[in-house]
């Protein structure tokens, strides 16, 4: 996958029909499954972010053009000042007029996508995932374990009604002294992986040992 930043705002993807189907989607899937779609989507935003930094918070404007070999993705954050939303989209006014209306659906989607919290933690043995639950046992935090592929991960997803921006860096942090930030989804866990603790896993894993 090719990733090209424009601006500060705007990044642009290029990916091939074989890339995406390398990455276990099919081509067909991405038009007609809208979950799927989505969690290729996500996929590619968070190796955009670790590659180029670039941040996903806030409303997102998305611009797709098929081509023969792959996707062509225009990736617009929008910047949000006094309630009023600013997007500097490098593209022409006609194109932006035309896609007025799947703007706002997206924006939507994007933004309940942020609203809260989540994140995958990876683990290499299934000893760091024991040695993370003997340590850490936080309150009003959803969390499920999976192994997929020889490995463990811990799908979190924070209650914001009960934690502040840094009280949930803070858990971050410790809980990653365990294991690493990955790039994968919850859906391709759900799919492809196995379900070891689907509620309260980290209660679950230091009960059983």
């Known amino acids: 996958m090719e990733i090209e930043r424009v601006n500060d705002t705007t990044i642009r993807f290029f990916i091939t029909y074989k890339d995406i189907e390398e990455r276990g989607f099919e081509r067909e899937e991405i038009w ?110 959803t969390n499920s374990l999976y192994h997929y592929e020889g490995r463990y991960y811990l799908h979190i997803h924070f209650n914001n009604d009960h934690y502040t921006e840094d009280e949930q860096d803070n858990l971050l942090s410790r809980m990653l002294e365990f294991g690493y930030e990955s790039e994968l989804t919850i859906h391709r866990l759900k799919e492809y992986g196995k379900e070891i603790a689907v509620t309260n896993a980290l209660s679950v894993i230091k009960q059983a040992f």
């Open 32 to 141: 007609y499954n809208r979950e799927r779609g989505e969690e290729l989507f996500y996929d590619m935003m968070n190796e955009a972010s670790d590659r180029d930094d670039f941040e996903l918070d806030g409303p997102l404007w998305i611009q797709v053009h098929a081509h023969d070999k792959g996707l062509e993705i225009l990736v617009t954050r929008g910047q949000i000042s006094d309630g009023n939303m600013k997007l500097e989209i490098p593209v022409k006014e006609e194109d932006v007029e035309e896609e007025n209306t799947e703007l706002d659906e997206l924006n939507k989607q994007v933004d309940s996508q942020y609203d809260q919290l989540e994140i995958i933690i990876g683990f290499r043995e299934f000893e760091d995932v024991i040695s993370l639950s003997q340590s850490v046992q936080p309150e009003f935090l």
